[in-house]
């Protein structure tokens, strides 16, 4: 269990270190000069739509500069006819909806797919549904893109959250994946990001062949595209630190609906382009496990609480060094719970390995092979 911990402590320091070496981004005066085509594939959001729908009308960017592409995976509650009406209340955005085509394991992706032909310039940026961007979210995109050689965007994602546990376990969860985006980045070692807020360019998505080679996988519409870019061309994989970009989405109300979701996020980490990317993702769940085993050891009389508590203690630690970091760049909030989501955060990513082997979960009110 030492050299395991060891290894982990070691591997969390490098993502401390690499966390720091992304500056924030500091936008400059210039006129918005990028076009650029927002992407929403979307089912059964009617709950979500009108927050995600506000916020576009508020965005501080020229509307003969931007798009709003909309597809939708057939939904069954009235999201079309809230965009339709949308659409008719608010002309001076050019609003496209379209129906999803189904020809992969992957509805997300078959939708972007989807939209790709249609679109007429070069930048594209999808978001999620249930989400809500900022008002000088396509303004820092622009102003990134004009200062930068780049053909792809990583940009942060934040959850609003409740004052329950279930929420901010989600948030301690997210803020730990968020720093471990930004580190990898910050070593040249990127392999994550999130299609809530990401951004890249037409000709990148043909030159990569889009999601061919990964579309028989039912999620990872974004994290392999990414892996694909940082594989062929790394210098233009930029990732955007600024408080000014950070999209902010809804985190789960169950925790049924919170593993499922966990689960078809880690039914990918096999088959990642990045060594990077899964060897990290080894060295968590082994590093996780074991704490698991030692807790079990504890309770039988097998092993030493004082040695558990040691362990448990140096993790935390360096946990907490990436958190904080995390946690002052998107919002500096109170991060509560956070030795008791510790504590529960083993078994929780132990049962969500161990799932996902099973090869099937559910979301959006399907069941998923993957």
């Not at 961007?133 to 609003?160: A, T």
């Not at 070692?189 to 037409?202: D, E, I, P, Q, V």
């Not at 698991?292 to 993790?315: D, H, M, P, T």
Request: some cysteine; aromatic content about 14%.
């Amino acid at each position: 269990m030492s050299l395991i911990l060891f290894v982990y402590v070691l591997t969390i320091g490098h993502l401390i270190y690499g966390f720091d070496k992304i500056p924030l981004y500091k936008n400059t005066d210039s006129n918005p000069k990028t076009f650029f085509a927002i992407v929403v594939p979307f089912r059964n959001e009617s709950t979500n739509l009108p927050k995600l729908l506000e916020s576009f009308k508020n965005l501080k960017y020229p509307k003969t500069l931007f798009e709003i592409i909309f597809i939708d995976d057939f939904s069954e509650d009235d999201s079309v006819k809230q965009i339709y009406n949308w659409r008719m209340e608010n002309g001076v955005f050019h609003t496209t909806l379209l129906e999803n085509l189904r020809i992969s394991n992957s509805p997300k992706k078959d939708a972007i797919t989807r939209a790709i032909p249609i679109i007429k310039n070069e930048w594209i940026v999808t978001t999620d549904a249930d989400c809500v961007v900022p008002v000088n979210w396509l303004l820092i995109l622009d102003n990134y893109i004009q200062n930068h050689d780049v053909e792809m965007i990583v940009g942060s994602v934040v959850y609003e959250c409740k004052k329950t546990f279930l929420h901010h376990f989600q948030y301690l969860d997210l803020m730990s994946l968020q720093g471990t985006t930004i580190g990898s980045f910050g070593l040249g070692l990127g392999f994550m990001c999130n299609g809530a807020n990401f951004c890249y360019t037409k000709s990148l998505f043909k030159e990569l062949n889009g999601f061919i080679g990964n579309n028989t996988i039912s999620s990872g519409d974004d994290v392999f595209l990414v892996q694909k870019a940082m594989g062929e061309n790394p210098e233009k994989v930029h990732y955007l630190k600024s408080k000014l970009n950070i999209v902010s989405t809804k985190p789960m109300n169950d925790w049924k609906s919170l593993f499922h979701q966990r689960v078809r996020w880690a039914s990918k980490t096999g088959l990642y382009q990045s060594v990077f990317g899964k060897d990290l993702a080894a060295i968590v769940l082994v590093s996780n496990l074991s704490l698991v085993i030692g807790y079990l050891f504890c309770a039988f009389g097998l092993s030493s609480w004082q040695y558990c508590a040691v362990l448990f203690v140096i993790k935390f630690a360096f946990d907490f060094i990436l958190l904080k970091k995390a946690n002052s760049f998107f919002t500096k909030k109170r991060m509560r719970y956070l030795i008791l989501s510790s504590l529960l955060y083993p078994f929780f990513c132990v049962g969500v390995a161990l799932f996902s082997l099973l090869g099937k979960y559910e979301w959006k009110g399907r069941r998923a092979k993957y």
